[in-house]
């Protein structure tokens, strides 16, 4: 099992480019090479509108579940929770238990 887990601080931002760029640049070997079972990216500050961009570097064999931010303009904390491969057919249930600040993935394998 490989998990990368990384805190971001922030990928919606004033330097939200340069970072999505880090973003590629750091996990896209990772990503692709398909050693990669979970990832996991927190304080991205994305609203739910700008999820979808970074959902697209996830491409192939991901389940993937975003909370959004915890304060009204949705621009402090959130996570993303990523699972691949045989796990994603093992979810059996996703729950947010803190609104941007936590997500509960139950596996079963």
């Given amino acids: 099992m490989k998990i990368l887990s990384w805190n971001v601080r922030g990928l919606g931002g004033l330097h939200w480019k340069r970072k999505r760029s880090g973003l590629r640049q750091e996990i896209s070997k990772e990503l692709t090479n398909g050693e990669l079972d979970f990832l996991f990216l927190q304080e991205h500050h994305l609203k739910v509108a700008?999820?979808?961009?970074y959902g697209a570097i996830l491409n192939g064999d991901w389940d993937v579940s975003w909370s959004k931010g915890y304060d009204p303009t949705e621009?402090?904390?959130?996570?993303?929770?990523?699972?691949?491969?045989?796990?994603?057919?093992?979810?059996i249930s996703k729950i947010e238990i803190v609104p941007g600040r936590?997500?509960?993935i139950q596996i079963e394998k």
């Fill in 75 to 91: 621009n402090q904390g959130g996570v993303c929770v990523a699972v691949r491969g045989s796990w994603r057919n093992h979810v």
């Fill in 50 to 53: 700008q999820t979808s961009n």
């Fill in 102 to 104: 936590a997500l509960l």
